[in-house]
């Protein structure tokens, strides 16, 4: 089973308007961490944003902001006020914590792509 | 801030060939991963390593080594390049103490690698 599912391989938004980029996850450990990544055409992965999982309030960093709903195994990314410069592959990533591992679990991306 | 380098970010080779993709990170993290990015299939760990001498099995191993000889450097060995390798490869890097779900991966910008 996926652990990490990102439906949407791509998504369309106007410059200046929020977007919702999903993201569900599936773990019976108790303890693990949430992560999006954005990488650009030229290739860095960035990191944007992490939510906890004992975490109660939902993270935000900026125009960032992490809805995260524990019973639904959701955590989707929200931009608000998109820029052109938010064009490029956003990925959903899991870690896991009760078998000291410390690899990141990612999905398969949602290209975004903002226009004019 | 961490840097994460990698040798090259285009590489081409033929089949066959013996390939290495560098790594190198300057804040002395214990924990360094090599991932391979393809369209549609995400990021796929291919190996990681805790320490020096380190090495442990992600989920695609197959057809690819690794050294870690020293801290900082990371190395991907393709021993006999295939034409299904051709790639995005990503290297990544986090400090395993203290530990937490919710520690970041540091990554470089990335090797294009190309077999023909």
């Known amino acids: 089973a996926q652990k990490i599912t990102q439906t949407q391989p791509g998504m369309f938004v106007q410059e200046k308007e929020a977007v919702t980029l999903d993201c569900t996850y599936d773990?019976?450990?108790?303890?693990?961490?949430l992560f999006w990544y954005k990488q650009p055409s030229s290739g860095e992965m960035i990191f944007l944003i992490y939510?906890?999982?004992?975490?109660?309030q939902n993270a935000t960093e900026g125009r960032y902001s992490l809805n995260f709903q524990k019973a639904r195994k959701s955590a989707n990314l929200v931009i608000s006020a998109s820029q052109l410069g938010d064009s490029a592959m956003y990925f959903c990533?899991?870690?896991?914590?009760?078998?000291?591992?410390?690899?990141?679990?990612f999905g398969t991306g949602t290209r975004l792509q903002v226009f004019p | 801030d961490v840097k994460v380098t990698q040798s090259s970010r285009y590489l081409v080779k033929r089949t066959g060939e013996k390939v290495f993709l560098e790594c190198v990170q300057d804040?002395?993290?214990?924990?360094m991963f090599w991932y391979r990015q393809d369209p549609g299939l995400g990021l796929r760990l291919i190996y990681f390593?805790?320490?020096?001498?380190?090495?442990e099995k992600g989920d695609i191993p197959e057809g690819y080594s690794v050294s870690r000889e020293k801290k900082e450097r990371f190395s991907l060995i393709l021993e006999s390049a295939s034409t299904n390798q051709t790639s995005m490869y990503l290297c990544?890097?986090?400090?395993?103490?203290?530990?937490?779900?919710?520690?970041?991966?540091?990554f470089g910008s990335g090797t294009q690698l190309s077999v023909l």
């Open positions: 990533a899991m870690r896991e914590g009760l078998y000291n591992t410390d690899k990141l679990i």
């Open positions: 390593s805790y320490d020096v001498k380190m090495k």
């Open positions: 990544a890097s986090t400090r395993s103490q203290p530990r937490s779900v919710l520690e970041k991966l540091f």
């Open positions: 804040m002395d993290h214990e924990n």
């Open positions: 939510q906890g999982s004992y975490d109660q």
């Open positions: 773990t019976s450990d108790p303890s693990y961490g």
